[in-house]
């Protein structure tokens, strides 16, 4: 099975960089996605590692190190609209089920 | 290009009712996937299914609850007899056949058992 963990909440300044972090023990690993979900909305597709190292994607970027199962996202130059529930998932090794963490809301303030 | 589309967005239902909840993938996409989201909680997987099979169905309810992806028309996840603990966000997520690993989401079901 998997186990993943996140902070439950965060709270950040408009236009400082925050970092969310998550660890998971895993029988099987085949990437780390993350995911923002604004209340009452779809979850978005923000980034996917399988390999370890750092992604940037704009003002986000995912890091991944397998052999510590831990990841983290980063979010710079925080804007209002970021204020929302980030989730952690792992997906197995058959490429089908991927399980979730709870996510960690965030409140980006003025 | 439309999206994964799930109707209906709101369903109210007695405890003992049926509930049907329909996902239409992406264009092109041939797997799908149902989660539940429980107030406060993350997404739990349910449901991955292909057409006319499933995968892995390894977070589904042992009774109650079914799910079926037809050949032809959008896939329905199926739960019998609801009780008041069934009321959740159930969302579906597609995927490509080529790239499975990137899921798009519908809008969700937000299912209200009273």
């Known amino acids: 099975g998997q186990n993943i963990d996140q902070p439950t909440e965060m709270t950040a300044t408009e236009g400082a960089i925050v970092q969310i972090n998550c660890t998971y023990q895993t029988s099987g690993f085949n990437g780390l996605f993350w995911y923002q979900q604004h209340a009452g909305e779809a979850p978005t597709f923000l980034s996917y590692n399988v390999l370890d190292g750092l992604e940037e994607k704009g003002r986000f970027s995912s890091f991944l190190s397998r052999s510590k199962g831990y990841s983290y996202l980063l979010l710079k130059e925080l804007q209002m609209k970021d204020s929302a529930s980030y989730l952690c998932?792992?997906?197995?090794?058959?490429?089908?089920?991927?399980?979730f963490g709870d996510g960690t809301t965030l409140t980006v303030k003025p | 290009n439309a999206g994964v589309m799930q109707n209906p967005r709101h369903l109210v239902r007695r405890r003992g009712q049926e509930a049907r909840l329909r996902c239409s993938p992406m264009?092109?996409?041939?797997?799908v996937y149902w989660y539940r989201q429980l107030p406060e909680e993350g997404l739990k997987f349910m449901v991955y299914l292909q057409k006319e099979n499933i995968i892995d169905e390894s977070g589904m309810p042992k009774e109650r609850f079914s799910a079926e992806f037809p050949k032809e028309g959008p896939s329905i996840l199926r739960i019998q007899q609801v009780v008041r603990g069934d009321s959740a966000a159930y969302f579906c997520?597609?995927?490509?056949?080529?790239?499975?690993?990137?899921?798009?989401f519908g809008p969700g079901t937000r299912l209200t058992v009273t």
């Open positions: 264009k092109g996409h041939s797997h």
């Open positions: 998932a792992v997906r197995d090794l058959n490429a089908g089920k991927s399980t």
């Open positions: 997520a597609s995927s490509p056949q080529t790239a499975s690993y990137e899921q798009y």
